[in-house]
């Protein structure tokens, strides 16, 4: 029986393929319950456990909450994807993704885990040249590093205490996709860059960086761990999530 129609530009399913899609991922779901559930029979976390993070987020703060997790469950093995793109959890096989989002999924569970807290800053040197801003709409005349995810940067967008939001459309020397390419440039001196604080922390502290406009909040987001719902959840995929909440308080008091 064919089970797909091949071109040189394309592959797609016969009817009679993807009905056997369909029965084997259903015969497949039901393997993994079944195991799932012996695995909770003895709630010893065992097995495979798959996560995907962003890259920069998952670097600083997800990979030490793997590492730890090893040695505490060593019957486990880990799949770490750092990737800055939403994954899909069903179709790339994944146990759990940690998000940065202001909408959580409806459709999964989401433990927040935290927020994404971020900060205006530069370095001395940029400042002593340049002056301090003293309003984000004097942003607009400095040079600021700014990510851009796609092709278009998106503006700042500033909270003050008065609770008003200033939208400043800024502009500089460099553009980048990459949060660690742009703390370099910030370090260097290039100009001021919105950052996140598990990024800067140790750079506040030591003077190579300065926070300006801090009358101010950026938008921020916040970081789930992002799991599928189902009565047998995993012990593996329960005492991982455990363990980076703790990770994460524990970062936020050190970076407090």
Partial sequence: ??????????????????????????????LQLLENEMEQSDDTPRGLLRVTAPVVLGHVRVLPAVLAFRKAYP???????????VVDLVEERMDIAIRMTATPPLSYVAKKLGDDERRLCASPAYLAERGRPSHPRELAKHDCLVFVPGDVAAPWKLLGDDGKLASVRVCGPLQMNNSLSLHEAALAGLGIADLPTYLIGEDLRAGRLETVLDEFTTIGRSVYAVYAPGRSVPARVREFVKLLARQFDDAVREDS
């Fill in 75 to 85: 019957n486990v093995r880990v799949d770490v994807l750092l990737l800055d793109r």
């Fill in 1 to 30: 029986m064919r089970l797909f129609h091949r071109t040189t530009r394309q592959m797609q399913l016969t009817h009679i393929g993807t009905t056997y899609f369909e029965r084997s991922r259903r015969i497949f779901e039901d």
